[in-house]
C-alpha cells in the first residue's frame, strides 16, 4: 500500500511570509493528523482530523496557523505570517481509526527554515 | 495527562552489542505504548507497540520491549545492534488514541 504522501521535501522562507504543505494519507484511512517536530524534540500534535471534521486543536497557534481536509480525504496545513520560531519538521500522520490501537503511520515530513 | 520520559539523549554502542533505550512514562490511566524510529530525512516508522497481555513485545528488527506497571517503564532493547540501527529513536503514550505524546527522543549511534 502506498504510504502517507507529503510535500514539498524542503521549504525556506523569510519571516512574515507565508507557506502551505500538503498531505495525502494512505487510502482509507479516517484520522489524520499535523505534527510539529522541532529540532531536537519530540513530535508535538497541532491538529487531528476525524473524516473532514476537527477532533483536537488545541494547540494549533491559530492566530497564524490554520490546517483543512476537505472531503476527509488529503489536507494542507498554512502558516500565515511566518515566524523564525516555526523553523521545524511537520509530520502528517493517518492511522485506520482513532491511533491507539492502529498507531499512526507517518508520512517524511516537510522540513521547514524561516530566515 | 500524559508525559514521557526518555532519560537517554544520546547512547553510543558499539556494533554487535546489545543496547536497551529507557522510556519512562507517567499516566493515571492505563496507555498504550509506542516506539517509533527516525532514520535522517525520513518520517517515524513503528517499531513495536504494547496494547495489552504479554508485557515483553516483540518488534521489527530484532527489537523488543518490555512493559513494567509497578516501574511505569516501557525500555527498549535489543540483544545485537547493527550500523544500520544508528537513528533516532522515539517512545511515546496514548490513553485514548487521540494524541500521542512522545519523548525528546534518543540518539543511539552504532560504532563500528
Known amino acids: 500500500e502506498a504510504g502517507v504522501a507529503q510535500s514539498p521535501r524542503y521549504k525556506i522562507i523569510e519571516k512574515r511570509q507565508s507557506v502551505a504543505f500538503w498531505c495525502n494519507p494512505i487510502?482509507?484511512?479516517?484520522?489524520l493528523y499535523w505534527y510539529q517536530q522541532i529540532l531536537g524534540q519530540g513530535p508535538k500534535l497541532l491538529i487531528q482530523?476525524?473524516?473532514?471534521?476537527?477532533?483536537?486543536d488545541s494547540q494549533l497557534p491559530k492566530d497564524r496557523f490554520s490546517a483543512e481536509r476537505l472531503k476527509g480525504v488529503d489536507s494542507t496545513l498554512k502558516i500565515q505570517p511566518a515566524k523564525l520560531e516555526d523553523s521545524a519538521v511537520y509530520l502528517c500522520?493517518?492511522?485506520?481509526?482513532?491511533?491507539?490501537?492502529?498507531?499512526?503511520?507517518f508520512g517524511s515530513g516537510t522540513r521547514l527554515t524561516v530566515v | 495527562a500524559q508525559s514521557v520520559t526518555q532519560l537517554d539523549s544520546q547512547v553510543p554502542v558499539f556494533e554487535e552489542a546489545p543496547v536497551e533505550l529507557r522510556c519512562n512514562y507517567s499516566?493515571?490511566?492505563?496507555?498504550?505504548l509506542f516506539w517509533y524510529v527516525q532514520y535522517p530525512n525520513q518520517g517515524l516508522q513503528l517499531l513495536l507497540k504494547?496494547?495489552?497481555?504479554?508485557?515483553l513485545v516483540k518488534g521489527i528488527n530484532g527489537f523488543e520491549a518490555e512493559f513494567n506497571k509497578s516501574q511505569t517503564s516501557f525500555h527498549l532493547r535489543k540483544p545485537s545492534v547493527h550500523i544500520s540501527d544508528t537513528a533516532e529513536y522515539f517512545c511515546?503514550?496514548?490513553?485514548?488514541?487521540?494524541?500521542?505524546?512522545f519523548g525528546t527522543g534518543t540518539s543511539l549511534t552504532v560504532i563500528p
Open positions: 500522520a493517518s492511522s485506520p481509526g482513532s491511533g491507539g490501537p492502529y498507531g499512526y503511520t
Open positions: 487510502s482509507g484511512h479516517a484520522t
Open positions: 482530523f476525524q473524516n473532514n471534521g476537527v477532533v483536537d
Open positions: 499516566s493515571s490511566v492505563s496507555v498504550y
Open positions: 504494547y496494547l495489552s497481555g504479554s508485557t
Open positions: 511515546a503514550v496514548t490513553h485514548t488514541g487521540n494524541q500521542f505524546y
